[in-house]
């Protein structure tokens, strides 16, 4: 056999071992392995001091931020009006009437009003959802505006916050 030959016969032998052959792969088994159930929680936000449930006649009062956004430290643009939508839920034992409210606490008020008032009644394990009217202060920095859910009788039951950055043009 000549070199141009041998060279030609092992360029055959590996083109057939790179080929690939008809023998089928066998496939996996599918198997059934449960999976354990991931617990999911909703975003929190961090509730002001004095966040305590109370006793209503009829029940328990209780709640809790459930979102709002803009988020926490967004940036906002100094001397700007801006919306806040607030999602608040029932989880208390009583049906929030709409003689419950929301009353600004502390730190800057941002121009809304200090008490926003339920706008339906929320019964127990539902939520409702404020749109706030802001204005952003005119200087810029960290801003904080505290917040509490009262009841009828005014006695606060939950807390929150806003907090935002705001940034000049």
């Known amino acids: 056999m000549t070199g141009v030959a041998q060279t030609v016969e092992v360029d055959f032998t590996r083109t057939a071992i790179a080929r690939p052959t008809d023998t089928p792969t066998p496939l996996p088994t599918p198997t059934n392995t449960p999976m354990p ?29 459930v979102s709002s956004n803009p988020a926490d430290n967004s940036n906002i643009t100094a001397g700007l009006p801006f919306d806040v939508v607030l999602t608040l839920m029932n989880t208390g034992t009583t049906t929030w009437t709409t003689a419950y409210a929301i009353k600004f606490v502390s730190g800057d008020r941002l121009g809304a009003s200090e008490t926003m008032t339920m706008p339906y009644e929320v ?46 043009p």
């Open 123 to 168: 019964p127990p394990t539902k939520t409702v959802t404020f749109t706030m009217k802001f204005t952003a202060p005119a200087t810029g920095g960290k801003v904080r505006s505290d917040w509490a859910m009262v009841n009828a009788a005014g006695t606060s039951f939950s807390s929150f916050y806003f907090e935002y950055n705001i940034v000049t």
């Open 37 to 65: 159930p991931t617990a999911t929680f909703p975003p929190t936000n961090t509730p002001a001091a004095g966040a305590t449930a109370t006793t209503a006649p009829g029940g328990r009062d209780a709640g809790v931020w």
